[in-house]
């Protein structure tokens, strides 16, 4: 399957995007991203019908603060001073923009929540309206070096920054990852629906990280020096990514360190306390089954003998068997690299219209089985049932469909989504700032 996703038109528009903090190794130069709208309709900002970047110069209070006499919502849009605005060269791009600059800070956070919007839109074959879209015609991506969080909340996506061990300001404006996964909450309002307080299953605050994490992680293998990294370091072996303790020296990517994770619905009968920690199972079963379906398609192609997919249950409790499975990849990747990175790729967008044909199937009231069940029916519409066996293994494993989660253990904190009134809209109010220790 070679999946409209591809959004790398040569009409598009150019941005210079760090497909991770450009303080990781290997990810030190920014990489040249052709986003769908056409040369010329981007204008300063950077702006277009969808979304403009504003970045103030001293703003102090987050929105979705109370502020003023009457304690209404802080609310878009910024009418304060702000830096310049970032402008095309005389084509129409912004890749000549020098990092480090206001400029470059800004048309990397417009340039990378585009490129996400536009690989969404592909797998799900239609423009994604905003939920706000009665009251904001366009989402306001807004800068705030203050704040040390993300968050995206009616008719806004807000970031700031942290500080590294060293002192250093790292801007959230420059985290694709982090950007990838405000998108990817914006876009499940408007497909699955606005949660009501009242009615919402717990369930829901879980998938709803799971998808995001997810739409960013699917998003982040758009970028060719993501796969190269990937496809340099593993050959190819990505179980050995599901062996956690590794997986650390296998990537520095923080996206596919959370996916890579052993939690599963088990973890949580008893309850739970963080909707973070519970949408990880729902990460990793289907991070794991991207990856059984690459190694379905190498199989598929007659590059790997049907025996690797034994050998890798047998690697699960005996690492004596690591070596033996390396070497079988590092000879597959010697051989044919183009294949084994198609075949990466293929398994990505299989993955990517799974889910954007899953969240059509599911409403804010969903619970995990409804979850389970409505990527099994999805996988029916998208190949008739070829990788039904592996979708299944892989939600087995996890207990999604199999298992209730408990209550709630803690009331929600700062970093839980707010439903502080049955008249507030929620935000998403993410845990990026606690992720900083991964990434030292
Ligand atoms: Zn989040």
Request: charged share 25%.
């Amino acid at each position: 399957m070679r999946c409209s996703s591809r959004v790398r038109r040569p009409e598009g528009t150019r941005f210079l995007l760090y497909p991770q903090p450009p303080f990781l190794e290997g990810f030190e130069r920014p990489e040249v991203v052709t986003v769908s709208k056409p040369a010329g309709t981007v204008m300063a900002g950077p702006s277009d019908d969808r979304m403009y970047t504003v970045y103030p110069q001293d703003k102090k209070i987050t929105y979705g603060t109370r502020v003023g006499p009457r304690r209404e919502k802080f609310s878009p849009p910024w009418i304060g001073p702000s830096f310049e605005p970032a402008v095309p060269d005389h084509e129409g791009h912004f890749d000549h923009l020098q990092p480090g600059t206001p400029q470059f800070e800004a048309a990397h956070f417009y340039g990378s929540a585009r490129f996400v919007l536009d690989i969404w839109e592909g797998y799900f074959d239609r423009p994604i309206n905003w939920h706000f879209g009665d009251q904001y015609e366009r989402m306001e991506l807004i800068i705030m070096p203050r704040f040390n969080n993300a968050t995206m909340g009616y008719g806004f996506m807000e970031v700031g920054g942290y500080e590294l061990d060293s002192g250093e300001y790292q801007p959230f404006s420059l985290n694709f990852d982090v950007i990838g996964h405000e998108v990817g909450h914006s876009i499940i309002y408007p497909i699955v629906g606005l949660p009501d307080p009242d009615l919402v299953h717990n369930d829901y605050y879980g998938f709803h990280e799971s998808a995001a994490d997810l739409v960013a992680i699917i998003s982040s293998l758009h970028f060719d020096s993501v796969i190269d990294h990937l496809l340099a370091n593993t050959r190819g072996n990505l179980y050995a990514l599901n062996k956690i303790n590794r997986v650390g020296e296998l990537t520095q990517h923080e996206q596919i360190r959370v996916a890579a994770n052993e939690l599963t619905l088990w973890d949580f009968v008893g309850g739970w306390n963080d909707e973070h920690d519970l949408g990880q199972p729902l990460t990793a079963a289907i991070f794991d089954t991207m990856i059984d379906v690459f190694h379905e398609l190498l199989k598929a192609r007659g590059l790997i003998p049907e025996q690797v997919e034994n050998l890798s249950d047998r690697l699960e409790g005996s690492p004596e068997y690591e070596p033996v499975m390396q070497g079988i990849f590092d000879e597959l990747y010697a051989s044919y690299p183009g294949d084994v990175r198609e075949a990466l790729e293929d398994a990505r967008d299989y993955i990517g219209t799974y889910l954007a044909t899953t969240f059509q199937k599911i409403t804010p009231q969903l619970t995990y089985a409804d979850i389970a069940e409505a990527l099994m029916e999805a996988e029916q519409d998208v190949t008739g049932g070829v990788f039904e066996n592996v979708f299944a293994f892989n939600l087995h494993k996890r207990g999604i469909g199999y298992v209730e989660v408990g209550p709630r253990l803690t009331p929600p904190d700062e970093d839980s989504h707010a439903f502080s009134a049955r008249t507030e809209l929620p935000e998403f109010r993410c845990r990026h700032k606690r992720r900083r220790g991964k990434w030292r």
